[in-house]
């Protein structure tokens, strides 16, 4: 190969000059005089109204048709903005109306006791729901109206919406199959505060643990059991939830005697155990919500004659008045000579 033609191949190519990105702006200049002409914008509108019939260089077009691109992203954002505070107004007025309500005589009457403690609870209950699903809604309407907003300026620069929509659905495809689960949590957590199933310091049994709601979030609930274990359940994972501390619980004492005792007399006294305890003002209307009954014999077999006790407690408070009936049961044995069966 020649010198000459090594020469010529080692000479770099001429760089685009100027000349090469006028048609581009050319072309833009052109497409906004043909706007201006048209009287879309703003701007252009103004332009035309002011000095109609005129025709503008190309650079004034240019000018105009940027400063109208602006004003609609500015104008379409303020709008999405305003129409985003009317809506976290709309529902944080919802949300305090439903939680600062007065509490219906119907859910009243179906509190523990009806005391005015259950009731405050009830009522902090639904404003800490009302609360909490009202910041989920403002959540919620920002992302669309804000979301919306923007797919809007997009359009407005020029930007193809449907490669972009499609993307992005490909993508929400995607996160959404690999985190079903944690969607599913959050699913689960709505229904669970919408329903009001349980709240802080209800005992509740979730199936795979059993103890004191300490933390209820829309993901997890956080439970203490009696060994002072701390458990974190996903709400999706919590197929049954058995509540022990809503409206009564029921505890149940046996008393075993053997065969050959009289059955009516040690019926007729666990009558009279009982009936002292429903007079009792530290346990009635306090602890005790109905007055105890004694079933009679429970269970018979050759070693022993069952009698059962059942008393409607307050939630949480069944084991405190069964161990309550146990001693005066004890004690009322002892005074009259009376044993228990072994």
């Not at 009289?262 to 009635?284: G, M, N, Q, T």
């Not at 602890?287 to 059962?308: D, H, K």
Request: with cysteine; proline share 5%.
């Amino acid at each position: 190969m020649c010198p000459l033609t090594l020469a010529l191949a080692a000479t770099p190519s001429p760089s685009p000059s100027t000349t090469d990105i006028l048609p581009d702006a050319e072309t833009a200049a052109r497409t906004f005089q043909a706007a201006c002409e048209n009287n879309e914008g703003l701007f252009c509108t103004v332009l035309n109204a002011l000095l109609p019939g005129r025709q503008f260089p190309s650079w004034i077009t240019l000018v105009a048709g940027i400063v109208d691109g602006l004003l609609m992203l500015v104008l379409i954002f303020a709008i999405a903005l305003v129409i985003r505070n009317l809506v976290h107004r709309l529902i944080t007025k919802l949300t305090l109306r439903a939680g600062e309500g007065v509490l219906p005589e119907r859910l009243r009457n179906l509190t523990p006791l009806g005391g005015e403690a259950s009731v405050a609870i009830l009522t902090e209950r639904r404003r800490a729901r009302a609360e909490t699903i009202g910041s989920v809604l403002r959540s919620l309407a920002s992302v669309l109206i804000l979301g919306t907003a923007t797919l809007m300026a997009l359009a407005r620069l020029g930007v193809e919406l449907a490669p972009l929509l499609t993307s992005v659905g490909i993508i929400g495809v995607a996160v959404g199959f690999g985190a079903q689960e944690l969607v599913k949590d959050f699913i689960s957590g709505m229904f669970m505060l919408l329903e009001d199933q349980y709240g802080v310091g209800d005992v509740i049994d979730t199936g795979v643990a059993t103890g004191t709601v300490e933390a209820v979030t829309l993901r997890i609930t956080r439970l203490r059991d009696a060994d002072g274990k701390v458990w974190y359940v996903r709400n999706g994972t919590i197929t049954r939830i058995g509540n022990e501390s809503q409206g009564w619980s029921r505890a149940l004492v046996d008393v075993p005697v053997p065969p050959d005792t009289d059955v009516a007399e040690v019926r007729e006294l666990l009558r009279s155990v009982v009936a002292e305890l429903w007079k009792d003002p530290e346990y009635r209307d306090k602890l005790i919500v109905e007055e105890p009954e004694v079933y009679g014999l429970e269970q018979i077999s050759g070693s022993s004659v069952i009698f059962r006790i059942s008393i409607k407690a307050a939630p949480t408070h069944k084991l405190e008045v069964a161990r309550e009936v146990r001693m005066r049961v004890k004690r009322a044995f002892d005074e009259k000579g009376l044993a228990f069966a072994g």
